[in-house]
C-alpha cells in the first residue's frame, strides 16, 4: 500500500497535578495537536499506610492520569523523549512516564498536522529500549485484578481507562443491554524478555484463555522512559528503592542491567495457543462516528473492537474540523485484512471532514483470547 | 456519510439464552437497590419497634411499598443510565458544535424552567408548609396558597437562570469560585436583614429549602450529563474533566429568587398577629388579598380559627356568624366557594371536625341530630388504600416528569441540531425504564416509606415527652366513673387516673373527663407513649431524638437516586480513581449531621440563619483553598441530596416533631441538609490532596 506513511506516536503519561506542566512543556516543544485521554494509574501502598487502607483489599494507591498521544515523525522520536524527559524531569521516579511506538498512517484526514517539533534541546538522558507495551481488555472492574501483575512482578507501573466493547454485543438487538459494555483497558510497558511472562501471567490470572474473560495483545515500543515508582507510602530509608534505580542507572549508563530473569514460566502440560501475525488497527475520530465506522469495519472482516473516548486538542488554535470530542477504536486485526478494512472505511466516510478520521497501525507480533475448543 | 444499516447478521437467541442473560443481569439490578434501600429500612423498623416498642401499623402494605420502592429504583436508574443520560450527553457535545450562544443559552433557560415543572417539587414545599397558619406567617401563607404558581415560576425563573450560567461557565471556562463568593454572601445578608422583618423572617425557610429541593432524581443526571457533553466540546485545551457545578447554581439562584419574590409582596401583606386582631375590621382588606376570595378567607377561619376570631370576621356580630353558616345550608355556591370542597356533605364533616356546640346545632338541628351525626362521621375512621387511585396519579406524576423533558429535548435533537439519535432502541427503552421506574418508585414511597416514616416520625417526640397514639384509639365499652382513681403529686396537686387491662398487662391511664362519654358509658381510650426517659424533655430523650435524626439522614441519603448518578459520574470521569462510595459516604455522614441540626432548630424554635450562616461562611473559606474540581462536585452534592427519599422522611420527621413542640414553619431542616454535606465533601477533599502532596513530596 503506498499510503502507508512511517510515523511514531509519543504516549506521554503524567499525573494530573502535572497536566499543565505537561501542556506547557508540548506547547513550547511545537506540538500542536494531540489527543489526551483520563486513566488511572496503580501503585501498591506501603507497610506504614496498610491500616489506612482498609477499605480495598488490594492495597492499590490509585491516582488519576492523563495520557497525551501526538504523532510525530519517527527520526525525532528519541530526541523528542529526551526533551519531554528533560523539561518534565521524568527521570525522578514517581514524574511519569514516556514512550514512543512506530506506527504506520495509513490514512488520516486532511486537518490533521504531523507535529513537527521545534526548541528542541540537547539531553542525554538515558532512553530504555526494545519495549513492549502490554494491552488488556476486561470487563469493568477487573482491570486492576490483571494489571497488579506489573507491580508485583515489578515490572510496569500499570495504567487503567475504560473503554466500551463492541462485537458479539452489537448482533443481539435490543438483548444486547443486558450484557455490560464497559470494559477496563490496563495497558503495561516492560522490557522485551520480561514481556511474555508478564502476559502469561496476566493471561493466568485473568483467565483469559476462557470465553468471555477478554482479550490481551503486545505492540512493540521502540524506546521510552518509563516510572518505576511501583508503591507509595513513607520511606523509612534514606534513599527509595526507585531512586537507587535511578542512580544505578546513570552509573552504568543503561537500563540494561535491571532487565530481570524469570523462571521459566512453563505450567509443562498446559500448551497456550496464542494469535500471532495481527496488527492493532486504530481508528480515531470525532465522537458519534465510531460505532457506525467500526460496524463497517466488522463488516468488512474485523472481529471486534474497544471504543474509548478522547479529546482533542490544538495547542496552537488552528482551525479544523475535528471536534474537541473524540473517540478512538481499537481492533486487532490480521494484516492480510488492513487494506479491505481500510477501504471499507474510507468508502464510508472516514476522510470527510464531520468525521476527520485517522487510521493507526502497529504490529501486535501475540496476542491472546479464547480460541475455542 | 457514514451508513448505518448494518449487513451483519442478527444473532437469534433461544429462549435458554435469553433467560441466562436475563436472570443475572436482574439479580445484579435488584440487589444494588436493595442493598442501597435495605438499611434505610430496617433501621426504621428497628427503631420503631425495639428502641420506641411501637408495633407497625399497615405493616403488610408498607411491606409491599417497600419492595415496590427497589424494583421502581432499579428500573428508574437503568432508565437514566441507559436512555436520559445518553440523550444529555448527545445534546451536550452537538450544542455547542451545531448552534451559536444565544440559542444555546435560550435553551438553558427553556430547559431549567422546564424542569422545574416537571419535578413537582412546589409540593414538597407546600407540603413542608401546610399547617402555617395564615395570621402566624402571612407572607409566607400567601407564597405557598394564593401565589404558589408565582413562587414556582420564580422557582422555575431561578433554576432557569442557572442552567444558563452553567452554560455560560462552560463555554467559557469561568470558575465556579466568583458565583459562590458573591451568591452565598448576598443569600446570607438578604436573609439577615429578613430575620429581623416579621413577615420575611418566615420566608426564610422556604427559600433556603427551595434551593434544595427544585433539583430532583431527573434534573440532577439530565443536567450533569448535558454538562458533561458541553464540556467535553467546548473546554478548549484544558484537561480538567468539567460538567460539574449547574446543580449548585440551581441551588442557589432559587433562593435569592424566593426571598425577591417575597420583598415584592411585603408591601401588601398584614402584619403577623393574633387571630383576633388578625380578622379584626381595620385589618380585612389586607387580610382578604391573602385569599382568592372574602368566601375563602370565611372558609379558611371556619376552618382553622378560634370561634372568637371567627366572629370577629362578622364585626363580632355572633348572630351573623351564624347566620352566614345557616345560608351555606342553601346555598350550594356559596358553600363550594367557602368550604372549597364540592362534597355536598363538606358542611356536616366540617361542622363534626371543627365547629362548636352552637355552630353544630346550626348545621344539624338538633341535639339527637348532632349526636348521630357524630357517630356517623367517626365509625368510618379506618381508610382503605385505593389501589387504582394511588397507580393512577403516580402513573401521571411520573409520565408528567419525563415525557415532556425528553419530548422537548428529542425535539432540539431533532429539528435545532438536525442530529439522528445513535441508539434510538436503547434510549426509548431507557425512557421507558424511568417513567415505569418512577412510577413504581412513587407508588412505594406514598405505600411503604413514607407511611413508615410518618409512624416514626409522630411516635419520636415520645423519646423526650408524651404523646398520643392516635392510630390505636379504642373505645372502652361499660366505663363507669366508679374505677377512676385519685392521685396525689409531691405539692398536694391531685389528678385522677384509671388502670385498663390492655393484652393482659394493667397499665395506669389519665382520666380525662372529655373522653367520657357517660350516656353512652364509653371511654374514647387513646394509648399514650413516653417521655421515655424521665422527665419531659429530658436530655436523654433528645440525644436519642438527635441520634434517630443523625442515622436517618445518613441511610435515606444512600439510597438517592441522584446521588447514585453523580457518584456514578464522577467515578467514571476520574476513570475510577474517585470512589463513588468515598462520595456517597462523605455526603451521608454530612446530611446525617444536616438534618440533627435541622431537629435542633425545629426543638428549640432557633433562627434558620444562625445555623447556615456560620457553615457557609466556612465553607466560603474552605472553597477558597479547595481546587476548582473539588469545589464542583462538593457543592453539587449538596443539592442532589434532598432527593425523594429523603424528602419524605424528613418531612415526616419534621411535621411529627413541629406539631409535638408547636413551630409555627417546618421549614429549614431540608436547608441543613444541604450545607454540611458540602463540608463533608470538600474536607474530604482537602485531606485526600494532602495526602497526596505528602507522597509527591517524599518522591521528589
Redesign the interface.
Known amino acids: 500500500m503506498q499510503n502507508l506513511s512511517k510515523q511514531t506516536k509519543i504516549h506521554l503519561l503524567v ?3 502535572y ?1 499543565k506542566a505537561a ?1 506547557d512543556a508540548l506547547a513550547e516543544l511545537g506540538i500542536s495537536d494531540l489527543h ?1 485521554e ?3 494509574s496503580l501503585q501498591l501502598l506501603q507497610e506504614a499506610d496498610k491500616q489506612v487502607a482498609f ?1 480495598s483489599k488490594a492495597q492499590l ?4 492520569v ?1 495520557m497525551f498521544s501526538f504523532v510525530s515523525n519517527r527520526s525525532w522520536a528519541k530526541k523528542i523523549v529526551q526533551h519531554l524527559t528533560e523539561k518534565l524531569s521524568l527521570n ?4 511519569g512516564s514516556i514512550y514512543a511506538k512506530d506506527i504506520e498512517l495509513a490514512l488520516h484526514t486532511s486537518s490533521l498536522e504531523i507535529n513537527e517539533p521545534k526548541n528542541l534541546i540537547e539531553s542525554e538522558h538515558l532512553v530504555s529500549s526494545d519495549l513492549i507495551g502490554i494491552a488488556c481488555v476486561v470487563q469493568k472492574g477487573e ?1 486492576n485484578h490483571v494489571a497488579q501483575i506489573g507491580l508485583s512482578t515489578g515490572t510496569a507501573m500499570p495504567v ?3 473503554g466500551i466493547g463492541t462485537g ?1 454485543r ?6 444486547r ?3 455490560p459494555a464497559e470494559k477496563e483497558v490496563s495497558t503495561l510497558v516492560v522490557n522485551r524478555d520480561e514481556a511474555d511472562t508478564v502476559m502469561d501471567m496476566m493471561i493466568d490470572v485473568g483467565q483469559l484463555d476462557q470465553p468471555g474473560k477478554g482479550f490481551i495483545f503486545q505492540f512493540p515500543i521502540e524506546l521510552g522512559v518509563l516510572n518505576t ?1 511501583f508503591s ?4 523509612k530509608q534514606a534513599a ?1 528503592i ?1 531512586q537507587i534505580i535511578s542512580a544505578i542507572d546513570t552509573i552504568q549508563g543503561s537500563t540494561e542491567w535491571r532487565r530481570k530473569s524469570f523462571s521459566k514460566h512453563s505450567e509443562g502440560e498446559k500448551q497456550r495457543r496464542y494469535l500471532t501475525g495481527l496488527v492493532d488497527f486504530s481508528l480515531i475520530c470525532n ?3 465510531g ?3 467500526t ?2 469495519a ?2 468488512a472482516g474485523a472481529a471486534g473492537a474497544t471504543i474509548r ?1 478522547l ?1 482533542y ?3 496552537h ?1 488552528r482551525k479544523s474540523s475535528i ?3 473524540r473517540e478512538i477504536s481499537v481492533m486487532t486485526i490480521g494484516q492480510a485484512q488492513v487494506e479491505t478494512i481500510t477501504e471499507a472505511l474510507k468508502s ?2 472516514l476522510l ?1 471532514p ?2 476527520s478520521g485517522e487510521l493507526h497501525i502497529n504490529p501486535v507480533p501475540k496476542a491472546c483470547t479464547f480460541l475455542g475448543k | 456519510m457514514a451508513k448505518s444499516n448494518s449487513t451483519i447478521s442478527r444473532m437469534k437467541l433461544s429462549v435458554k439464552e435469553k433467560l441466562n442473560l436475563l436472570l443475572p443481569y436482574f439479580r445484579k439490578k435488584i440487589l444494588e437497590q436493595v442493598k442501597a434501600v435495605a438499611l434505610i429500612v430496617v433501621y426504621l423498623v428497628i427503631f420503631q419497634t425495639v428502641i420506641l416498642g411501637i408495633a407497625i401499623a399497615e405493616a403488610l402494605i408498607i411491606s409491599l411499598g417497600i419492595s415496590v420502592i427497589v424494583f421502581g429504583l432499579a428500573f428508574f436508574m437503568e432508565g437514566l443510565f441507559l436512555g436520559l443520560m445518553p440523550l444529555g450527553e448527545a445534546i451536550g457535545i452537538k450544542l455547542p458544535q451545531k448552534t451559536k450562544l444565544p440559542i444555546i443559552l435560550g435553551f438553558a433557560l427553556i430547559l431549567g424552567i422546564g424542569v422545574t415543572f416537571a419535578e413537582p417539587a412546589i409540593g414538597v414545599l407546600q407540603m413542608a408548609g401546610s399547617f402555617i397558619k395564615a395570621w402566624d406567617a402571612p407572607l409566607l401563607f400567601l407564597m405557598l396558597n394564593k401565589h404558589a404558581g408565582i413562587l414556582k415560576a420564580v422557582v422555575g425563573l431561578g433554576v432557569g437562570l442557572a442552567v444558563v450560567f452553567g452554560m455560560l461557565r462552560f463555554m467559557f471556562n469561568w470558575s465556579l469560585k466568583p458565583f459562590l463568593y458573591i451568591g452565598i454572601p448576598a443569600a446570607l445578608l438578604f436573609s439577615l436583614w429578613a430575620q429581623f422583618d416579621p413577615n420575611m423572617s418566615k420566608v426564610i425557610g422556604l427559600a433556603w429549602d427551595s434551593g434544595g429541593v427544585t433539583t430532583g432524581p431527573v434534573t440532577v443526571p439530565l443536567v450533569l450529563a448535558l454538562g458533561i457533553g458541553v464540556c467535553r466540546v467546548v473546554s478548549k485545551n484544558s484537561t480538567e474533566s468539567g460538567g460539574f457545578g449547574v446543580v449548585t447554581l440551581a441551588s442557589l439562584f432559587p433562593i435569592l429568587a424566593v426571598l425577591t419574590l417575597g420583598l415584592v409582596f411585603l408591601p401588601s401583606v398584614p402584619t403577623p398577629s393574633n387571630q383576633a386582631d388578625f380578622f379584626a375590621k381595620d385589618n380585612r382588606e389586607r387580610v382578604e388579598s391573602l385569599f382568592e376570595s372574602k368566601q375563602a378567607m370565611i372558609g379558611y377561619a371556619l376552618r382553622n380559627a378560634s370561634v372568637e376570631a371567627q366572629t370577629k370576621l362578622f364585626d363580632g356580630d355572633r348572630v351573623t356568624a351564624l347566620d352566614y353558616i345557616r345560608s351555606l345550608k342553601i346555598n350550594t355556591t356559596l358553600r363550594e366557594q367557602t368550604l372549597a370542597s364540592s362534597d355536598p356533605k363538606a358542611l356536616e364533616r366540617w361542622a363534626i371536625s371543627n365547629g362548636d356546640y352552637e355552630q353544630r346545632l346550626v348545621v344539624f338541628g338538633s341535639d339527637q341530630a348532632i349526636k348521630q351525626a357524630v357517630e356517623a362521621f367517626s365509625t368510618k375512621q379506618i381508610q382503605q388504600v385505593d389501589f387504582a387511585d394511588v397507580s393512577l396519579r403516580n402513573g401521571l406524576a411520573s409520565l408528567q416528569a419525563i415525557l415532556p423533558l425528553v419530548a422537548f429535548l428529542l425535539l432540539v435533537l431533532f429539528f435545532l441540531l438536525r442530529e439522528r439519535l445513535q441508539h434510538p432502541d436503547e434510549i426509548l427503552l431507557g425512557v421507558f425504564f424511568a417513567v415505569f421506574g418512577m412510577f413504581l418508585f412513587n407508588i412505594g414511597i406514598e405505600l411503604g416509606l413514607s407511611k413508615l416514616g410518618n409512624q416514626v416520625g409522630s411516635a419520636l417526640p415520645a423519646s423526650f415527652k408524651r404523646i398520643d397514639l392516635n392510630d390505636q384509639r379504642q373505645i372502652i365499652p361499660n366505663f363507669d366513673e366508679s374505677v377512676v382513681l385519685t392521685a396525689i403529686s409531691a405539692n398536694g396537686e391531685k389528678t385522677r387516673f384509671f388502670y385498663t387491662n390492655l393484652n393482659g398487662a394493667y397499665v395506669q391511664v389519665p382520666y380525662d373527663q372529655a373522653k367520657n362519654d357517660s350516656d353512652q358509658r364509653r371511654y374514647n381510650f387513646v394509648p399514650s407513649k413516653g417521655p421515655m426517659f424521665g422527665a419531659e424533655g429530658n436530655a436523654g430523650g433528645i440525644m436519642l431524638v438527635l441520634l434517630f435524626a443523625f442515622i436517618m439522614g445518613y441511610a435515606a441519603t444512600l439510597a438517592e437516586p441522584a446521588l447514585n448518578a453523580l457518584g456514578s459520574t464522577v467515578e467514571t470521569l476520574t476513570v475510577g480513581s474517585f470512589k463513588k462510595n468515598l462520595l456517597m459516604q462523605s455526603v451521608a455522614i454530612g446530611v446525617g449531621v444536616g438534618i440533627l441540626v435541622g431537629v435542633l432548630k425545629i426543638i428549640y424554635d432557633i433562627p434558620l440563619i444562625w445555623l447556615i450562616g456560620p457553615p457557609y461562611l466556612l465553607l466560603l473559606l474552605l472553597s477558597k483553598v479547595s481546587t476548582e474540581e473539588f469545589v464542583n462536585i462538593g457543592w453539587d452534592s449538596a443539592g442532589v441530596t434532598t432527593g425523594p427519599i429523603t424528602v419524605p422522611l424528613v418531612l415526616a420527621m419534621g411535621l411529627g416533631l413541629s406539631s409535638q413542640v408547636g413551630a409555627v414553619e417546618g421549614f429549614g431542616i431540608l436547608a441543613c441538609a444541604s450545607v454540611f454535606p458540602i463540608l463533608s465533601v470538600l474536607s474530604v477533599g482537602l485531606i485526600v490532596n494532602i495526602k497526596k502532596k505528602r507522597t509527591l513530596k517524599v518522591a521528589a
Open positions: 499525573d494530573r497535578i497536566s501542556l489526551v483520563n486513566g488511572r477499605t494507591n490509585e491516582e488519576q492523563l525522578i521516579p514517581g514524574k482491570g487503567v481507562s475504560y458479539l452489537n448482533r443481539l438487538g435490543l438483548w443491554i443486558l450484557i515508582k507509595v507510602g513513607e520511606s527509595s526507585e465522537e458519534g462516528f460505532e457506525t465506522l460496524q463497517c466488522m463488516e473516548h479529546k486538542m490544538s495547542l488554535d471536534s474537541p470530542a464510508n466516510g470527510t464531520e468525521v
